[in-house]
């Protein structure tokens, strides 16, 4: 229809550029460089994890740049050896030994979750840049637990950018453009 249209976005590799801001970790933000200049954040964390060599290209790689991204994104959301084991169908040692490369070149970023994580559980909360804070209480439909911290570390990087996405949709419809939903 004439002067309507319909666009769809997506952020490429949002929540690594944030987890990188936020807990200052110097791979992440190199492997977030990636993304900004059009390149594969996977590769180069295979690169720095010494799975693949200096430079290597995708095409040469597949297979063990499919094992860098399973456990990159598995790792990020706080996974452990088993499940990214039972996600790329391997041996639970090959996935140790992946998730202690992930280790070894995220460490910065693994020391800020943890610090998160112990933050939120003695203040009952934690905030976004913004403001937007987020409970973190016991859950009386699962006997009273707290949530575990798995969900507590994705909090910081997945409320974030949930503001970037809400902030956004503000500009936009501050300039004109009739939003008619997210998801």
Do not use: C
């Amino acid at each position: 229809k004439a002067g309507k249209a319909f666009i769809t976005a997506d952020w490429s590799s949002q929540e690594v550029g944030i987890g990188a801001y936020l807990s200052g970790d110097p791979n992440m933000k190199e492997v977030f460089q990636q993304a900004i200049v059009g390149g594969d954040v996977y590769m180069k964390f295979a690169e720095l994890a010494g799975l693949v060599p200096e430079g290597a290209k995708r095409a040469d790689y597949e297979l063990l740049r499919s094992r860098a991204k399973t456990t990159f994104l598995a790792a990020n959301y706080g996974a452990g050896a088993e499940t990214i084991a039972n996600r790329l169908g391997t041996s639970k040692n090959e996935a140790s030994r992946l998730l202690q490369k992930y280790r070894e070149v995220f460490g910065k970023y693994l020391e800020w979750t943890q610090q998160i994580s112990d933050y939120a559980f003695q203040l009952g909360e934690l905030e976004t840049l913004l403001g937007w804070k987020r409970q973190i209480t016991k859950d009386p439909s699962r006997h009273n637990e707290l949530p575990n911290a798995r969900s507590v570390i994705n909090v910081p990087v997945q409320g974030n950018g949930a503001e970037v996405m809400r902030v956004a949709a503000i500009i936009a419809h501050d300039n004109g453009l009739k939003l008619i939903g997210t998801g």
